[in-house]
């Protein structure tokens, strides 16, 4: 009888964590993306009064929707994970979707620079013409 509860004890596969050592560099990762999202908001809201000449509390409550808009979406981005797609998939997924859409970015920015011809700059700190 001790022989056949060992032998049940034994089959079952035993399950080994890896979280525990991933952990710091998800925090790291985590870290430096958030300290980059509040810079660039930071320097959005800043461009939207000065170019856009947006008054300032607009501008911080459009800043406010979009941050709060890419939280939320994470959310849903797990739950679709978890639910839905698995981890693996999900993640390449947006691997993909990622790099594509920098490659259209990088082909519609090098048509537009292409398509607009050089302009004079009066009054800025560096010109062509002032050598």
């Known amino acids: 009888m001790e022989t056949e509860q060992r032998v049940l004890e034994d089959d079952e596969p035993q399950i080994n964590y890896w979280g ?3 952990m710091p ?12 999202a509040i810079g660039t908001i930071s320097n ?3 461009y939207l009064t000065t170019v856009f000449n947006m008054k300032s509390i ?3 409550t459009l800043l406010n929707i979009f941050n709060g808009t890419t939280n939320f979406s994470t959310l849903i981005g797990a739950f679709l ?3 839905y797609f ?3 998939k999900t993640l390449g997924f947006a ?3 990622s790099f594509l859409d920098s490659i ?3 082909v519609d920015q090098k048509k537009e620079v292409a398509a607009s011809p050089p302009r004079r700059c009066n009054g800025c700190f560096y010109s062509p013409d002032s050598r």
């Open 20 to 22: 525990v050592k991933a």
């Open 25 to 36: 560099f998800i925090i790291g990762n985590e870290t430096f993306e958030k300290l980059g």
């Open 44 to 46: 959005l809201l800043v």
């Open 58 to 60: 607009t501008a911080t």
């Open 81 to 83: 994970c978890d639910t």
């Open 86 to 88: 698995g981890r693996y």
């Open 95 to 97: 691997s993909i979707a």
């Open 104 to 106: 259209r970015r990088i």
